[in-house]
């Protein structure tokens, strides 16, 4: 009854470099660190992976530069199914980088370099518009030039292909070129730095996804940590309950849900199970550490959502 979903996401790919130390070097200092750990990010890349791991056919739209790092990417997204086809490998500019530097007390230092996820182009969605055209989905962040992000928000709409937007990191945007997107999926912080309004409790929240519909969304969804999810039309307002969990690490959580939402959204599951199900996913993501290493698969997400729902 179900069909097999096909997403491509237009987006970012990372290698995080997390060193962990116990203190940090002071200028012109080298010291011994305790030890390192190889990660992949970027948020285009999590969702992708998350997507996939939910069961969806996936299609990465990225650019990586000519180094270790990027094959690096690319094995990687081999390794989880995820069409790499339109990852590109451009020389003359590093991949995406985030070194990380981690203190005992679990406090970072990151500088992100976004290397070659700053010149995906609209040119390069042109160049995907075939796979683009085949999609159920679209997903799309900001870590890539907000003009690919707007351009590729129209080819979206114009080929009548469902767009996820998730406006990450928070950046000054043109929201009148984004509001064609069927969703719009800000997490708190992003939300009142786009609104300009605060977002501490529920009705915050509420009123958050109110302006932001008023600015010509159709859809909002505010996710809200611990607190679950928001979605907002101009019908109606409704809170989607959280699972309660004792996370680990919750970096990465907003990649699980967005990733996992399109996927069973577009599987054929009605909005409200998918965005149930994408707080259940996003939950048990936190409760391992890391980012893509921390996502379940979908047997493992199946296992839970039962266990979890029968009590309901
Ligand atoms: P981000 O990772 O972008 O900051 P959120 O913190 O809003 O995003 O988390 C995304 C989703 O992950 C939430 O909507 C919720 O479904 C789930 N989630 C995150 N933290 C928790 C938590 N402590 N308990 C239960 N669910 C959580």
Redesign the pocket.
């Known amino acids: 009854m179900f069909k097999s979903p096909r997403i491509a996401v237009v987006g970012s790919a990372n290698t995080d470099l997390t060193t962990f130390s116990d203190v940090f070097p002071r200028p012109g200092e080298t010291i011994f660190g305790k030890s390192f750990d190889l990660g992949f990010g970027g948020k285009g890349a999590n969702q992708a992976v998350a997507a996939r791991l939910c069961g969806a056919e996936v299609a990465m739209i990225a650019k990586v530069g000519n180094d270790l790092f990027g094959e690096a990417t690319v094995k990687n997204f081999a390794s989880f199914g995820i069409d790499s086809t339109h990852v590109r490998i451009v020389d003359g500019v590093s991949s995406g980088v985030a070194p990380i530097f981690v203190e005992p007390n679990g406090q970072n230092r990151i500088i992100v370099v976004k290397g070659a996820n700053d010149i995906l182009m609209p040119a390069d969605v042109d160049a995907a518009a075939d796979t683009l055209r085949n999609s159920d989905t679209i997903i799309l962040q900001f870590e890539i030039p907000l003009e690919t992000v707007y351009y590729t928000v129209h080819f979206a709409r114009q080929h009548n292909i469902r767009c996820i937007v998730n406006p ?1 990191p928070a950046a000054p945007v043109r929201l009148a070129e984004l509001a064609a997107a069927d969703y719009f999926v800000p ?4 939300a009142e730095a786009i609104s300009g309004l605060p977002v501490h409790s529920i009705d915050d929240a509420k009123k958050c996804a109110a302006a932001l519909l008023q600015k010509g969304f159709r859809k909002v969804i505010l ?7 928001l979605l907002a039309t101009a019908q109606a307002t409704e809170v ?1 309950a ?4 004792t ?1 680990k690490d ?8 967005i990733g996992s939402f399109s996927a069973f959204l577009a599987e054929g599951l009605p909005e409200q199970e998918a965005l149930s199900r ?3 996913y ?2 048990v ?2 409760l391992r550490v890391g980012t893509q290493k921390s996502f379940p698969k979908r047997s493992e997400f199946e296992d839970e959502w039962n266990r979890r729902t029968a009590k309901l």
């Open positions: 990450a997490n708190e912080t992003e996710t809200l940590g611990a607190r679950g999810s989607i959280p699972f309660q969990v996370p919750t970096t990465g959580a907003g990649d699980a849900f994408a707080n259940l996003a939950a993501s936190t």
